[in-house]
């Protein structure tokens, strides 16, 4: 996948326009597998965060519902999901979750997937 710049002072690291295609790839790539394709929703960045910008996973979010709606994909809504409990949840300044958020979102993945192996 193209357009990938690395910068770890918070600046953006794919330009839209260029994730819209790479998702778009992806999907295009996966669904030649034939298995079920569950999107999950990125997690917020909090401030401080080294190499992200806090609030682009709403942005980018919005570009990848819409992808996944087009593509008729499952999505799992993991943004909403951790964001009432964040604080608890995530490591401050960092993308990253504690031990216990990382179950917490586990949980959550793991219904979707039961989800969509029951259909």
Same mark, same amino acid.
């Not at 394709?37 to 996973?57: F, L, Q, Y």
């Not at 909403?80 to 401050?92: A, C, D, M, N, V």
């Given at each position: 996948?193209?357009?990938?710049? %690395?910068? %770890? #002072?918070?600046?953006? /690291?794919? *330009?839209?326009?260029?994730?819209?295609?790479? %998702?778009?790839?992806? =999907?295009?790539?996966?669904?030649?597998?034939?298995?079920? =394709?569950?999107?999950?929703?990125?997690?917020? /960045?909090? *401030?401080?965060?080294?190499?992200?910008?806090?609030?682009?996973?709403?942005?980018? #979010?919005?570009?990848?519902?819409? /992808?996944? =709606?087009?593509?008729? =994909?499952?999505?799992? *809504?993991?943004?909403?999901?951790?964001?009432?409990? %964040?604080?608890?949840?995530?490591?401050?300044?960092? /993308?990253?979750?504690?031990? *216990?958020?990382?179950?917490?979102?586990?949980? #959550?993945?793991?219904?979707?997937?039961?989800?969509?192996?029951?259909?």
């Amino acid at each position: 996948m193209k357009g990938n710049k %690395l910068d %770890l #002072n918070g600046k953006q /690291v794919t *330009e839209t326009a260029q994730y819209r295609k790479n %998702l778009v790839e992806l =999907i295009t790539r996966l669904k030649k597998t034939k298995a079920t =394709i569950i999107w999950c929703m990125t997690t917020p /960045v909090p *401030e401080g965060s080294n190499g992200r910008k806090h609030g682009d996973a709403a942005h980018y #979010n919005t570009i990848a519902r819409g /992808v996944m =709606i087009q593509h008729d =994909i499952m999505i799992n *809504e993991l943004h909403r999901y951790i964001s009432p409990t %964040l604080e608890q949840h995530q490591r401050p300044a960092n /993308v990253h979750f504690t031990p *216990e958020g990382s179950k917490h979102l586990a949980k #959550n993945v793991a219904k979707h997937i039961n989800k969509a192996l029951n259909k």
